[in-house]
């Protein structure tokens, strides 16, 4: 049987630094989309932090 996490809030960072997209207090399920359409390619820093408090960080790479 497989624990599951519940994210509390998502952050996405541009490769600056700056905070591009953020998602705290709201209804964040394992099916979550996140419209980043707008966002110039490149990579990004996501970072995941559980009810829990743990941060999750990855980088991912954004392609149109």
Known sequence: ???SVKI???EIFGNNGQLIFEKRN???DDYTRI???GVAEGLYL???I????EAIQEKIT???
């Open 8 to 10: 509390d809030q998502i």
């Open 62 to 64: 954004i392609q149109n």
């Open 26 to 28: 709201g209804i964040i």
């Open 46 to 48: 996501i970072k995941l």
């Open 35 to 37: 419209d980043l359409s």
């Open 1 to 3: 049987k497989s624990a």
């Open 50 to 53: 559980t009810s829990e408090g």
